[in-house]
């Protein structure tokens, strides 16, 4: 395969840009924070969250950390969006997806699509230890946002966030960050 830097390539690191200007919706209606964290910072943090479990638990790492990259790439195009806010959101974000993917090559676009399939059905253990540990950066951030955030709103981020943990490694993770954050 010979990669071609051209018009398409630009046009990928161009969605990819917008993740950065892209600001968390949740952290901009629920706190009072004048500097939010972004989707590509959100992506970053839960991709190095990835890493690290990932190697920890013996797991396909790599994979885990194309899934937290592409998790919200979509967001590009859709932004971001706090759950139950769009009906559409899913269908919304099959077609930013493979509208931003298709500015790659085949051979890469359609194994980037794999693993964002996998991530999206969570059949295997890694992509539900991804999905979990998107929740896991959510509280965690959400901890540090704390002195900014009414009681009921981190509540709410922690409930929400504590509701799709499953795995014991990372129950164990979620209760120190709660247990950190509220010393």
Known sequence: MVFMI???FINFLIFVEKLKERK????LIKTNQK???SVA????ATAMI???????????TKKMVYMALLHDLGEAIIGDQIPNENPQKENEENNAMYK????LPDELKNRYIQIWNEFKNGNTKESQIVHEIDKLELIFQAGIYRKSMKNES???FFQSAKSNIDSEFNKEFMNFIFKYFKE
Not at 24 to 27: D, F, L, M, T, V
Not at 50 to 60: A, F, N
């Open 35 to 37: 500097e939010t964290e």
């Open 6 to 8: 051209n018009q398409k």
């Open 24 to 27: 968390r919706k949740g952290w």
């Open 154 to 156: 981190l509540n709410e």
């Open 100 to 103: 931003i993917l298709s500015t």
């Open 50 to 60: 990835s890493m690290i479990i990932g190697d920890y638990l013996k797991l396909d």
């Open 41 to 44: 910072d959100h992506s970053y």
